[in-house]
């Protein structure tokens, strides 16, 4: 696909047709990365910074020794 580089507000835009976006797999409002590569602008959907639960303790081992902490004596009118 061939394009011009237009000026949108104070910046410059591209625009891409809907079949160059789904063939990249992005849609709109989806986030990308912009990288420069030597004289190419590499533009890239960016992957998702949600992490699920699964990943989020992968790797975790519960073999920490739990144990009650003192806290001290109350200082105000904190009921225990």
């Not at 061939?2 to 063939?23: D, P, V, Y």
């Amino acid at each position: 696909m061939r394009t011009t580089i237009k000026k949108w507000g104070n910046s410059q835009g591209l625009r891409f047709s809907k079949e160059m976006l789904a063939a990249a797999g992005i849609q709109i409002d989806d986030e990308v990365t912009v990288e420069i590569q030597g004289n190419q602008i590499v533009i890239e959907k960016a992957e998702s910074d949600e992490i699920c639960l699964k990943e989020l303790f992968e790797g975790y081992r519960n073999d920490a020794k739990q144990e009650e902490m003192d806290w001290g004596e109350p200082e105000g009118d904190e009921k225990w």
